[in-house]
Nanobody, 121 residues
Framework: QVQLVASGGGLVQAGGSLRLSCVAS????????MGWYRQAPGKQRELVTT???????YYTDSVKGRFTISRDNAQNTVALQMNNLKPEDTAVYYC???????????????WGQGTQVTVSS
């Protein structure tokens, strides 16, 4: 069984920083893309950032220059460093990974449990 467990998050004032981490564990054969999504109250879940196995990254426009995604392939982890946070960054953040389990011939999408980020003005 494969699972993603996220940590980090919390309450911070505008302009502050937070770091989110997510670790994939279980019977993993390989991990493809990893990333972070977020869902604000009353809104749909949106893609924030992704990173490929060779380190290529994508950021949604609203976080460019403020957020940095990284991954450690040896540790099966992905992290999100969030700087200069704004109130509009307030949301539940979910880590995502496309993982092929040892028991499966194809990869599947896995999600972390979500972690709350609240930015006060």
């Amino acid at each position: 069984q494969v699972q993603l467990v996220a940590s980090g998050g919390g309450l911070v004032q505008a302009g502050g920083s937070l770091r989110l981490s997510c670790v994939a564990s279980g019977s993993i054969f390989s991990i493809n893309g990893m990333g972070w999504y977020r869902q604000a109250p009353g809104k749909q879940r949106e893609l924030v950032t992704t990173i490929t196995t060779d380190g290529r990254t994508y950021y949604t426009d609203s976080v460019k220059g403020r957020f940095t995604i990284s991954r450690d392939n040896a540790q099966n982890t992905v992290a999100l460093q969030m700087n200069n946070l704004k109130p509009e960054d307030t949301a539940v953040y979910y880590c995502h990974a496309n993982i092929r389990a040892r028991s499966s011939a194809r990869p599947s999408d896995y999600w972390g449990q979500g972690t709350q980020v609240t930015v006060s003005s």
